[in-house]
């Protein structure tokens, strides 16, 4: 409790003059994992200008084309994005 006593100041702070617009970036390695082959994939959110979120995965399957890599990391960004 008097970790939040002390910290009731902190948080993100919006103007309502600027334009808020939610954002989100990915990017991603191809098979960089030699015991596996699975890629990574990092991902960040920004609302304004402002970080809101980010993250760092181990993908779930096997791609077989570094176009495929972008577009699993593309998927898996865009249906976080509607969390938002």
Partial sequence: MRYVKGTIGYGLH?????????????????????????STFEQCFSLGLRLITWSSNKQSTVA??????????LTI????????
């Fill in 64 to 73: 077989l084309s570094s176009c495929e890599v972008e577009y699993i990391a």
């Fill in 14 to 38: 919006y103007s309502h003059l600027l334009k808020i617009e939610l954002v989100g970036f990915s990017d991603s390695d191809w098979g960089t994992n030699l015991d596996d082959r699975k």
């Fill in 77 to 84: 960004v865009s249906a976080q994005a509607l969390w938002f």
